[in-house]
């Protein structure tokens, strides 16, 4: 098959025009969802701790050693599981009514491409700049896709929407 011919077990590829409804107001709405996986995540972290707290008197102090790495396991956890999940979407992206979808396909994202987006986003967020330049790319494209969207290529769009 020719560069210049389609698959045909792929889905045509979408217009500019249905991209930019599916991706409507997709930037606000990101942002509240994040508000609303940080209380999910918080109520995780303290149900997690309280039962390494439990193991680590049952294993003499042992399991303390898991509190070094109960946050990020706990979000990667969680965004590989919601994002890469039959939803496709967090807790928080479900209740503003966004899908996380593959760019091509329009198809599912597994588990471990969830979890390096959201790794790429929590490095993103950890310096000032690169949030910066993240945000700024997803207000200056027309699909509203962050930085860390376009590195594991895919697309938030509004789950009401035809994709």
């Given at each position: 098959m020719s560069t210049t011919e389609r698959n045909p077990d792929l889905p045509a590829p979408r217009p500019s025009y249905e991209i930019r409804i599916a991706t409507d107001g997709v930037l606000s709405r990101r942002l509240f969802a994040f508000c609303l996986d940080m209380i999910v995540i918080g109520a995780l972290v303290i149900l997690f701790s309280l039962a390494i707290l439990v193991l680590g008197v049952l294993t003499l102090?042992?399991?303390?050693?898991?509190?070094?790495?109960?946050?990020?396991a706990v979000g990667l956890l969680y965004s590989a599981m919601t994002v890469g999940?039959?939803?496709?979407?967090?807790?928080?992206?479900?209740?503003?009514?966004?899908?996380?979808?593959?760019?091509q396909s329009s198809g599912r994202v597994d588990g471990i491409t969830a979890a390096v987006h959201a790794?790429?986003?929590?490095?993103?967020t950890s310096t000032f700049f690169l949030w910066l330049l993240d945000v700024v790319v997803g207000v200056a494209r027309d699909d509203r896709r962050m930085g860390h969207d376009l590195l594991v290529d895919i697309i938030v769009t509004r789950a009401d929407a035809t994709t």
């Open positions: 102090g042992l399991a303390w050693l898991l509190f070094a790495i109960l946050v990020p999940g039959p939803n496709q979407a967090t807790i928080g992206m479900r209740m503003m009514g966004l899908r996380v979808a593959r760019v790794l790429l986003f929590w490095v993103a």
